[in-house]
């Protein structure tokens, strides 16, 4: 702890289940399935599911006991905007912000040579410090992750998925110079932020205060990306056309090739199969979103844009 830490209380939530070798909620879902599949009998299954959930429970319940205790952000009076509180953006503004943060990403960009484990310590770190500076608490998580979880099967687009009873974490793809940030997403939920909006712009601000080149750009990243994709939308309409767009919006960027590759990467081009699956889970989670007071899906991109410019211009 540095000097401008001292004092500061520090929380220490236990993340067993996101500690253990396997993934509990995967073993609670399968078990009984595989053991059907493999032996012929359900019975070993539903034993092993009993076990699983038991240290799932029980761990969740001493987590939950922990979190009591955290004095969470307080977004719209700290910052002016949250959920319910953003202002427009126009087309124009997006526009400009693209070419910002274009000149800003091809300045600090590094190649991604950090190894995952060492990049979840420090990611966890900065976000850790961003909050604790705001809440006067070191609220201190694990940094594990994982690099399966059936959930990616549920949902092929996300990057990344987040148990929020237990706080197990998995990176479900690599992202190259945006994973920090895919990273630093996942472990604002497990902090206790279980808004996407909310844990997108945590994982932003953190990642720019920290002041590590590799931290930053890919908030930076994560920002151009997200703008390009509205201005593909807008300019171009939904699926298919929309996607070709942004890829087009990359192309004409003046972008370093190392960064080009990488934002073509991230949105990669779909096989009608692949884009009719993608569609309808899609509506099931932007559905699952509104039932739990948020925007839907649309938090991701013009939720964290328009909470950014509000933060930044006083606009909220």
């Given at each position: 702890m540095n000097r401008e830490e001292q004092g500061v209380e520090r929380i220490r939530i236990p993340n067993?289940?996101?500690?253990?070798?396997?993934?509990?909620?995967?073993?609670?879902?399968?078990?009984?399935?595989l053991s059907r599949l493999l032996l012929g009998a359900s019975a070993p299954g539903l034993a092993l599911q009993a076990a699983a959930f038991g240290a799932y429970a029980g761990s969740a319940a001493k987590?939950?006991?922990?979190?009591?205790?955290?004095?969470?952000?307080?977004?719209?009076?700290?910052?002016?905007?949250?959920?319910?509180?953003?202002?427009?953006?126009?087309?124009?503004?997006?526009?400009?912000?693209?070419?910002?943060?274009?000149?800003?990403?091809?300045?600090?960009?590094?190649?991604?040579?950090?190894?995952?484990?060492?990049?979840?310590?420090?990611?966890?770190?900065?976000?850790?410090?961003?909050?604790?500076?705001?809440?006067?608490?070191?609220?201190?998580?694990?940094?594990?992750?994982?690099?399966?979880?059936?959930?990616?099967?549920?949902?092929?687009?996300?990057?990344?998925?987040?148990?929020?009873?237990?706080?197990?974490?998995?990176i479900f793809r690599d992202t190259g110079i945006f994973e920090p940030h895919v990273i630093a997403h996942?472990?604002?939920?497990?902090?206790?932020?279980?808004?996407?909006?909310?844990?997108?712009?945590?994982?932003?601000?953190?990642?720019?205060?920290?002041?590590?080149?590799?931290?930053?750009?890919?908030?930076?990243?994560e920002r151009l990306h997200r703008q390009l994709r509205i201005v593909a939308r807008k300019e171009a309409g939904e699926g298919a056309a929309g996607e070709n767009h942004f890829h087009d919006l990359v192309d004409r960027a003046s972008l370093k090739p190392e960064l080009k590759w990488a934002f073509h990467a991230l949105v990669p081009h779909l096989s009608a199969v692949e884009r009719g699956m993608t569609v309808v889970m899609r509506r099931l989670y932007d559905e699952r979103m509104r039932l739990t007071g948020q925007n839907g899906l649309s938090d991701y991109d013009e939720g964290f844009t328009r909470f950014l410019y509000a933060v930044e211009n006083g606009a909220a």
């Open positions: 067993r289940v996101a500690n253990s070798p396997v993934a509990l909620p995967d073993i609670m879902m399968a078990a009984p399935f987590d939950w006991i922990r979190r009591l205790g955290v004095r969470k952000i307080e977004f719209l009076a700290v910052y002016g905007a949250d959920v319910s509180h953003l202002p427009a953006m126009s087309l124009e503004a997006r526009r400009a912000e693209i070419a910002i943060f274009t000149r800003k990403l091809n300045d600090v960009y590094r190649p991604m040579q950090v190894p995952r484990p060492e990049l979840a310590e420090r990611v966890n770190e900065a976000l850790t410090r961003y909050i604790a500076g705001i809440t006067g608490q070191r609220v201190e998580t694990s940094d594990s992750i994982r690099s399966f979880m059936l959930a990616q099967f549920l949902f092929p687009f996300a990057l990344g998925g987040c148990d929020f009873i237990s706080g197990d974490v998995a996942e472990f604002s939920h497990r902090k206790g932020y279980f808004k996407e909006l909310e844990a997108q712009a945590l994982a932003y601000l953190a990642l720019v205060a920290s002041d590590e080149p590799v931290l930053v750009q890919s908030a930076y990243s």
